[in-house]
């Protein structure tokens, strides 16, 4: 194939396209160029399905080059790792849109791979993988139910941007990641600060309008140079074997699904299962293919149950939230705890308070960053009632866990206001739907106990849809059901004011921007009615901190004294951080944090860091330390550095015939500063200070 181009205007940059120059033993590969950030993406289909395959094989690697930003990797290896947990959010965020757009019933394995290039450290490579997975697939002869394209909004001074650059997003209010095709939106991401639901929805609508011309274009492109689609063999259930298992199981079904318990439910399905399978292997049938009738059948029955009978199958009406329970300092040493149970979803989040010095560094293409506040996700088995192996988290968890802390990032005091790194850890005890939802309450409480001063508390309701011809009808709080036999994840997250995050996935192959208004509406809904009851439980956050968490303060010395601070090689901080066991971290600016579980010793060191940052002052107080004895004095420090005399007519009220008898090298007592001469040379008197500040 010879090189094919396609170029186009697509915000500030030029958006280009290209295939047949790069990987083209992949079954479809494309180049995708904006400014200076290069993404190469590759799609590949075995020939063979892999036998008692029960799912749809697709998997998006994402791999950022560190040549592609001109540097060497670090560590003892010098070369590229584990996938980063900004490589695997963007792997993602090329999954979640295109997994809907293949044909029902494929299970080739299918892997797209997106490499990055190169990196201008303006443009984020993450949209042009998504672009470039769309292509790929489009022009390959790999079944997909394309094209799409997808897009990054932004807003500065209430104008939209389309694919802003890092230093635009740092200015805006708005984050929102469009992908759509030519009938509506495929997937949603968004973070953002207290938005209302109508600002969100004008800035899909604006991604929306400006994505449908690199639609028609890859349309074009995959006319023009696209390869024949190649003939597969899809799975499909024997309609006789389905309506043998429906026989059976419709009745049975409707009593399973009466039982309250979710561990009871899925106890019933698993023993129709083993009586299904009993009954039709003996007649050639494979259990796989029960197991998939069965699921079809259940399919069936939950959403006619909804679509026909307009009930859920727990009998709630669409808008109803299951009950919810809300609880606070629930574990006794750690700095702040929040319980958030809703329905047979439960979320126990536990924040932990931490100093400068923990701060979670991060490499990335664009550059070296600080992280001070994070929130971990983490899914155990024994939620679900399972058993698997424990080996860290996995991408699922790592979605969950970004998710809700972009969510909460926009609640979260300045470094200014609370010079904490703050860390808050999600364990999920139990999982019914929307545990990530349940993480950001939880965490809200959690947040709230610790004494961090959030400006407000947030939480966050999942939507489903249920979505037939013309009719659809939208479920709020989700259970694992609807979830499953649903067409839609909505999960909408915020405060009182507005929205602060936004992740849709989807099913089926889109939803037009009619319904995802009244998502938006019944989201702020539910979103309201559970914030009321995190309120009830705790109405905002803790005026004290916890004992057991450290105290920082921070104070301001003179930047051009902070070489006197850190002493020669670092001599001075360090005895100060030896004698009162503080941590303290030195800024440029002059700002010093000061960090101990003992305020004593936070007093200690401030005492000593101000000794030595502020200027000597005529008539203060100073605790003095004999240096050095003369015949006509004692030279004393009273500060790193810094050394006056207490002249023998200053060291006692009468007549002082020998220095030595009065003071001896390596006294401490205290000195009054009672002049400093034109040379800065400092005058002390010991006899001077008051009577109430001399030692018992």
């Not at 424990?390 to 969510?407: D, F, K, S, V, Y």
């Not at 809200?444 to 939507?463: E, F, H, N, R, Y």
């Not at 004011?497 to 702020?524: F, R």
Request: proline letters at 4%.
């Amino acid at each position: 194939m010879q090189n094919n181009i396609l170029k186009f205007k697509f915000g500030n940059e030029d958006l280009i396209l290209e295939t047949g120059k790069l990987a083209k033993q992949a079954n479809g590969s494309v180049t995708v160029q904006y400014g200076g950030t290069v993404v190469l993406v590759t799609a590949c289909m075995s020939r063979e399905i892999r036998a008692g395959l029960g799912f749809f094989p697709l998997t998006v690697e994402y791999q950022e080059k560190t040549y592609a930003a001109g540097r060497i990797p670090g560590g003892f290896f010098k070369r590229e790792g584990r996938p980063s947990q900004s490589e695997i959010l963007a792997a993602r965020l090329v999954d979640r849109p295109i997994r809907p757009l293949f044909p029902e019933g494929l299970l080739n394995d299918i892997q797209v791979v997106a490499i990055v290039l190169s990196s201008d450290g303006e443009n984020d490579p993450d949209i042009l993988a998504v672009i470039g997975a769309s292509a790929a697939l489009s022009i390959s002869d790999i079944p997909f139910n394309g094209p799409l394209a997808a897009c990054r909004v932004a807003r500065v001074n209430n104008q939209f941007i389309l694919n802003p650059t890092y230093s635009e997003l740092d200015n805006s209010d708005l984050d929102v990641v469009v992908v759509a095709n030519s009938k509506g939106v495929v997937m949603l991401e968004c973070k953002s600060k207290e938005i209302e639901e109508s600002e969100f929805l004008e800035a899909v609508k604006f991604g929306f309008g400006h994505l449908q011309e690199l639609i028609s274009l890859q349309e074009q492109f995959q006319k023009e140079i696209g390869k024949k689609k190649l003939e597969v063999q899809y799975k499909k259930i024997d309609p006789d074997l389905e309506k043998k298992v429906e026989e059976l199981s419709k009745e049975r079904l409707l009593e399973i699904y009466k039982l309250t318990g979710k561990e009871e439910q899925e106890e019933g399905v698993a023993l129709l299962s083993k009586d299904l399978e009993e009954k039709f292997t003996p007649d050639g049938h494979e259990v796989a293919d029960i197991k998939t009738a069965l699921h079809e059948i259940e399919k069936k029955q939950v959403r006619a149950k909804i679509l026909n009978e307009n009930r859920r199958i727990d009998n709630r009406g669409f808008k109803d939230i299951r009950p919810i329970t809300c609880e606070v300092a629930a574990l006794p040493r750690t700095h702040g705890s929040g319980i958030f149970t809703r329905g047979s979803t439960q979320s126990l989040a536990v924040t932990t308070l931490g100093t400068g010095e923990d701060e979670q560094m991060i490499e990335a293409l664009e550059g070296k960053s600080y992280k001070s506040f994070m929130l971990h996700y983490s899914f155990p088995p024994f939620s679900v009632g399972e058993t698997r192996p424990m080996r860290g988290p996995g991408r699922r968890e790592i979605g969950h866990g970004a998710l809700a802390e972009r969510a909460l990032m926009a609640v979260m005091p300045s470094k200014e206001k609370f010079p904490y790194t703050v860390r808050v850890v999600s364990e999920i005890l139990e999982s019914n739907g929307s545990s990530s939802m349940a993480t950001i309450c939880a965490a809200t409480l959690s947040l709230m106990d610790a004494g961090v001063p959030i400006k407000d508390a947030v939480a966050g309701v999942a939507l489903g849809l249920i979505k037939e011809g013309k009719k659809a009808v939208i479920l709020t709080d989700i259970t694992g059901l609807e979830d499953h036999f649903g067409d839609m994840d909505f999960k909408v997250a915020g405060t009182k004011k507005g929205i602060t995050a936004v992740q849709m996935d989807l099913k089926i192959s889109w939803v037009d921007l009619d319904l995802l208004d009244s998502c938006l509406l019944q989201a702020k809904e539910g979103r309201l009615f559970i914030l009321d009851k995190i309120s009830a439980a705790l109405a905002g956050p803790r005026e004290e901190l916890s004992a057991y968490a450290p105290r920082i303060d921070v104070i301001k010395v003179n930047p051009e004294k902070i070489g006197g601070l850190i002493g020669p090689g670092g001599k001075t901080i360090k005895k100060i951080i030896a004698e009162t066991e503080a941590k303290i971290d030195i800024q440029d600016d002059g700002s010093v944090f000061v960090a101990s579980n003992d305020p004593k010793k936070s007093d200690a060191a401030i005492a000593m860091i101000r000794a030595i940052t502020d200027d000597v002052e005529v008539n203060r107080i100073y605790l003095g330390k004999v240096k050095r004895v003369t015949n006509f004095g004692a030279f004393c420090e009273i500060a790193p550095g810094k050394e006056g005399l207490v002249h023998v007519s200053e060291l006692a009220g009468s007549f002082v015939k020998n220095v030595e008898d009065v003071v001896k090298l390596g006294d401490e007592f205290k000195v009054k500063v009672i002049g400093i001469d034109e040379l800065g040379r400092i005058k002390l008197s010991k006899k001077q200070v008051p009577l109430e500040n001399t030692d018992s």
